[in-house]
C-alpha cells in the first residue's frame, strides 16, 4: 500500500506511550508505517497527575515514531476510572415533509440523549462524583426503532414519522478528559478524535461476527483493566476496572520486599496466575537472589482473580454476562501473564482466548503483541469511521468527535447545546 491519506494516533498508557502512524487506502484497510514508544510518566491509573511529565512522555514517543508533522490531527485513547457508562434511549418525530430520517436527525437524536441525561442523579451521587464534575462525552448509537419497527441498524435514508435511538452513552471527568487533552497538545499536535481505549482495542481484537455472536473484551493494561461488551452486533456495555499489571508488580514488590523493577522482571519472567500449579519449594533466580516461584505465583493470582471478579460483577450487574456465547479475548500485556486464559474461564463461566491486533499489515514485528492493541486500533477505528461525522455508517459507527469541542467549549462555559452556559 504505498498511497493513501495518513492517519495518526497515541495511547496514552499508564505505563508507556505509543505513537502510531498509518496509512489508508479509504477502504478501511490500514498498513502501519511507523510507531514510536516512551516510558510514561505524571499517569496514575490512566489519568494525567504531572502535565508537564506527561508531555514529555508523548514528545518522546513522536520523536521515536520520526516525528509529526507540527499541528497534525491525531486521535487519542481515553481510559481511567473516572469513565461510567450506561446505556438510553429516546425518541423524536421525524418532521421531515418526506420523513426520511437524515444524518442531522440522527445528530438531534444523539444531543438529546445527552441533553437528558445532564442531571443523571446516579451519574453525580452513586460515584462519588459531586454535581458538575461528570459530563456526558459521546454516545454510541446501538439501535433505532422505526414507527415500532425493532433492529434497524442504519436509519439513515429510511422513512419513518417516530424515531427511537438505543445508545451506549459514556460520561467523564471533564478535567480529567481535559488534562489529557493538555498534555498531547503541548507537544504541538491536534487532538481531533478521542476514543473510548477498550472500543479501539476491539476494533483490532475482534471480528464482526465476534460482536454479532456476544463477546467481551478485557483489555488489561499498566494502570486500569478495560471492559467492552457487545451484544448481537452492538456495544452494550464498558466499564473501567482501576487495576492493570502495575497493582501485580508492585504486589509482589511488596511481598518478596524487592524494589518495583526486581518484581516487574519477576512477574515477566516468572509469573503466573495459576500457583497450584506451581512447586512449593521451587525457586527462581533473577541476579544473584533466589526467590519461591509458588509465593510469587500465589500474590499474581490473587490480584488476578480481585480483576477478573471485579469484570465478572460488572458485565453480570450491566445483564450481558449470559449473553456471551463467544466468550471472552483478553488483550493487553497484562494478559500474558501465563494461566490468565485459564482462570477467566473459572471466575466468569465462559470460554476465554488471549487475543493481538488481526489483520495486522506491517513491518513492525512488535505490534504484533497484546500490549499495542489499543495502539493499533485507534489507526482501525479511524480509517472505519473517517471523518468526525461520517455521513452513512449506521448505528455501527461511533461519534467521539464532538468530546473534543465539547469538553474545550465547557472551560469556555459553552453548553453541549451551544448556547452559553449558565450556573448549575
Not at 489508508?24 to 499517569?43: C, H, T
Request: aromatic letters at 6%; charged letters at 25%.
Amino acid at each position: 500500500m504505498g498511497s493513501g491519506r495518513l492517519i495518526y494516533g497515541i495511547d496514552v498508557g499508564t505505563t508507556k506511550i505509543v505513537a502510531i502512524v498509518g496509512r489508508s487506502d479509504g477502504r478501511r484497510s490500514v498498513e502501519v508505517v511507523s510507531m514510536g514508544e516512551a516510558p510514561s510518566y505524571g499517569l496514575r491509573r490512566g489519568v494525567i497527575v504531572d502535565r508537564e511529565a506527561a508531555a514529555e512522555s508523548v514528545a518522546e514517543a513522536i520523536d521515536a515514531c520520526g516525528g509529526f508533522t507540527r499541528n497534525v490531527h491525531v486521535g487519542v485513547g481515553i481510559a481511567g476510572s473516572h469513565i461510567a457508562s450506561h446505556n438510553a434511549e429516546v425518541a423524536l418525530l421525524n418532521r421531515d415533509r418526506d420523513r426520511l430520517v437524515t444524518d442531522k436527525f440522527v445528530s438531534k437524536l444523539e444531543a438529546e440523549v445527552r441533553r437528558a441525561d445532564l442531571w443523571r442523579d446516579d451519574l453525580q451521587e452513586e460515584d462519588g462524583f459531586e454535581v458538575g464534575e461528570q459530563e456526558v462525552i459521546h454516545v454510541v448509537p446501538r439501535s433505532f426503532v422505526l414507527d415500532g419497527a425493532e433492529g434497524v441498524r442504519q436509519p439513515v435514508g429510511l422513512a419513518a414519522r417516530r424515531v427511537t435511538m438505543q445508545a451506549h452513552v459514556v460520561t467523564g471527568a471533564v478535567a480529567s478528559i481535559q488534562n489529557l487533552l493538555f498534555a498531547v497538545e503541548d507537544c504541538g499536535v491536534n487532538v481531533s478524535r478521542v476514543v473510548l481505549e477498550p472500543l479501539a482495542s476491539s476494533e483490532a481484537c475482534l471480528l464482526p461476527e465476534d460482536r454479532e455472536t456476544g463477546v467481551a473484551l478485557l483489555d488489561v493494561g499498566g494502570g486500569t483493566t478495560d471492559v467492552a461488551a457487545f451484544v448481537r452486533g452492538a456495544l452494550t456495555h464498558t466499564a473501567v476496572v482501576p487495576i492493570g499489571g502495575v497493582s501485580f508488580s508492585s504486589d509482589v514488590a511488596f511481598g518478596l520486599k524487592v524494589p518495583f523493577e526486581v518484581a516487574d522482571e519477576l512477574k515477566i519472567r516468572y509469573g503466573t496466575v495459576l500457583s497450584e500449579t506451581v512447586d512449593s519449594v521451587a525457586p527462581v533466580l533473577l541476579g544473584e537472589r533466589h526467590y519461591s516461584a509458588r509465593f510469587i505465583a500465589e500474590i499474581l493470582e490473587h490480584r488476578a482473580r480481585e480483576v477478573l471478579e471485579i469484570a465478572r460483577d460488572s458485565l453480570w450487574k450491566a445483564r450481558v454476562l449470559d449473553h456471551l456465547p463467544g466468550g471472552v479475548v483478553l488483550t493487553g500485556g497484562g494478559s500474558q501473564i501465563e494461566g490468565m486464559e485459564g482462570l477467566a474461564e473459572e471466575i466468569l463461566g465462559v470460554r476465554a482466548r488471549v487475543a493481538t491486533p488481526r489483520h495486522l499489515r506491517s513491518e513492525i514485528k512488535a505490534l504484533r503483541k497484546p500490549q499495542y492493541s489499543t495502539a493499533v486500533g485507534l489507526l482501525y477505528f479511524a480509517a472505519k469511521n473517517g471523518h468526525l461525522r461520517p455521513k452513512s455508517k449506521g448505528a455501527a459507527t461511533v461519534s467521539f468527535g464532538s468530546i473534543v469541542a465539547a469538553v474545550k467549549g465547557w472551560f469556555r462555559g459553552d453548553s453541549p447545546d451551544g448556547t452559553e452556559r449558565g450556573g448549575r
